[in-house]
């Protein structure tokens, strides 16, 4: 198995900036992905970037030119950074694992975090 923890949440007004960071420990293969979903009061889990062991990357439309997704392959670690965030952003953040090159469509093994909370005031 695959543990994931989640730092970098917190509280910041409108057209501030976050850096959100997850740490992979486990059972990793060498083909993977790794990102982050999140979560809105009353609204479902929904992709917000996602990034292979090699690079390729997967941006919801939402947050594309304003979020950057990386990854530290020898630390088993991935990054979001987040510029000019919006009210709409405020969600509950969930970083993800699976042994693929896209969650969106493998249905084997995956992983998800506790969750760190992102509020944006206005």
């Known amino acids: 198995q695959v543990q994931l923890v989640e730092s970098g949440g917190g509280s910041v007004q409108a057209g501030g900036s976050l850096r959100l960071s997850c740490a992979a420990s486990?059972?990793?293969?060498?083909?993977?992905?790794m990102g982050w979903y999140r979560q809105a009061p009353g609204k479902q889990r929904e992709l917000v970037a996602e990034?292979?062991?090699?690079?390729?990357?997967n941006e919801a439309d939402s947050v594309k030119g304003r979020s950057t997704i990386s990854r530290d392959n020898a630390k088993n670690t991935v990054y979001l950074q987040m510029n000019s965030l919006k009210p709409e952003d405020t969600a509950v953040y969930y970083c993800?694992?699976?042994?693929?090159?896209?969650?969106?469509?493998?249905?084997?093994?995956?992983?998800w975090g506790k969750g760190t909370l992102v509020t944006v005031s206005s």
């Open positions: 993800h694992y699976s042994d693929s090159l896209s969650s969106l469509t493998y249905n084997g093994r995956n992983y």
């Open positions: 486990g059972s990793i293969f060498k083909i993977n992905t």
């Open positions: 990034m292979t062991n090699g690079g390729t990357t």
